[in-house]
T-cell receptor
Framework: DTEVTQTPKHLVMGMTNKKSLKCEQH?????MYWYKQKAKKPPELMFV???????INESVPSRFSPECPNSSLLNLHLHALQPEDSALYLC?????????????FGQGTRLTVV | AQSVTQLDSHVSVSEGTPVLLRCNYS??????LFWYVQHPNKGLQLLLK??????LVKGINGFEAEFKKSETSFHLTKPSAHMSDAAEYFC????????????FGQGTTLQVKP
């Protein structure tokens, strides 16, 4: 199983809402990632978790709050988002942080903030 | 610091003709290089990777890439384009410090005409 599963696939939320994105993998990977991708652009790294600990936060606004409850699961909690936060949010995982490792990506959550 | 430049933002080919997507990299060490493909509103799928083994790397769906250190290039090729190859392609280099960071090129949109 080389799959990274993200739910939901689509999400529309108001600027005062609180919602969460979920990501799951069962490959035994110990590194997990959140990326944000705007249209016609490459993915931008947001957060990196290694062995369930946050190792990188790319200066992401606090309205995005990541959580890694266990080695298979990664959440992204959203609160008081802005319309410019509308994007495709991608989760990825890799065996660990070594540069030779392959990152496996999920299908993404298409987020629209209204 | 590592960087990646994809030399063409848009490539258009006819079905059945060869595909060439160009990528140059900059790295102070022996890099790990990847090509990913992204179909519309989908996640990223790995096509192939180079990690200092054979310089000619074969990937999925008939794609291959050649690592040329002297030219700092990692161009992606396919002998015969198929309509299903129409997608966005990203050339990626991994961060030298094993942080899990990936450095993406800006992407090349491949159009395949019937």
């Amino acid at each position: 199983d080389t799959e990274v599963t993200q739910t939901p696939k689509h999400l529309v939320m108001g600027m005062t809402n609180k919602k969460s994105l979920k990501c799951e993998q069962h490959m035994g990977h110990r590194a997990m990632y959140w990326y944000k991708q705007k249209a016609k652009k490459p993915p931008e790294l947001m957060f990196v978790y290694s062995y369930e600990k946050l190792s990188i936060n790319e200066s992401v606004p606090s309205r995005f709050s990541p959580e890694c409850p266990n080695s298979s699961l990664l959440n992204l909690h959203l609160h008081a988002l802005q319309p410019e936060d509308s994007a495709l949010y991608l989760c990825a995982s890799s065996q660990d942080l070594l540069g030779t490792r392959i990152a496996f990506f999920g299908q993404g959550t298409r987020l629209t903030v209204v | 610091a590592q960087s990646v430049t994809q030399l063409d933002s848009h490539v258009s080919v006819s079905e059945g003709t060869p595909v060439l997507l160009r990528c140059n990299y900059s790295s102070s060490y022996s890099p790990s290089l990847f090509w990913y493909v992204q179909h519309p509103n989908k996640g990223l799928q790995l096509l192939l990777k180079y990690t200092s083994a054979a310089t000619l790397v074969k990937g999925i769906n008939g794609f291959e890439a050649e690592f040329k250190k002297s030219e700092t290039s990692f161009h992606l090729t396919k002998p015969s384009a198929h309509m299903s190859d129409a997608a966005e392609y990203f050339c990626v280099v991994s961060d030298a410090s094993n942080t899990g960071k990936l450095i993406f090129g800006q992407g090349t949109t491949l159009q395949v005409k019937p």
